[in-house]
């Protein structure tokens, strides 16, 4: 079965870039929603950003135009450039795709069927 697999995490201090990558291990040219999630230890896992069915990106509001979600390689793999980070995105970001109700909000966790292990961002002040 299809794996993602996260790379581009690390640590950066506050105002820096990071670009994570998630890259499918099948090639697919039906890939169906993608998104990037994250999660701090205690607290649940939240959305990021997301591309849905149509390929219309979908932001988490405190995203505030820092974070830019694409595709590359015929949508198998999914990138994500942040920019300005600060030590609130300290997180483990993970990436999903393949989502079974096109219908469904963008960071319904439930609704994807492949997830990565995911990759740490870590930011300083």
């Known amino acids: 079965h299809v794996q993602l697999a996260e790379s581009g995490g690390g640590s950066v201090q506050a105002g820096g870039s990071l670009r994570l990558s998630c890259a499918a291990s099948?090639?697919?040219?039906?890939?169906?929603?993608m998104a990037w999630f994250r999660q701090v230890p205690g607290k649940e896992r939240e959305g990021v950003a997301a591309?849905?069915?149509?390929?219309?990106?979908h932001y988490a509001g405190y995203v505030n135009s820092r974070f830019t979600i694409s595709t590359e390689d015929d949508k198998n793999n999914l990138v994500l450039e942040m920019n300005n980070l600060t030590p609130e995105d300290t997180a483990m970001y993970f990436c999903?795709?393949?989502?079974?109700?096109?219908?469904?909000?963008?960071?319904?966790?439930?609704?994807?069927?492949?997830w990565g292990q995911g990759t740490q961002v870590t930011v300083s002040s």
């Open positions: 099948e090639y697919s040219t039906r890939r169906l929603c």
């Open positions: 591309l849905d069915w149509f390929g219309t990106p």
């Open positions: 999903a795709a393949d989502c079974h109700d096109v219908g469904a909000g963008p960071f319904v966790e439930s609704n994807y069927a492949i």
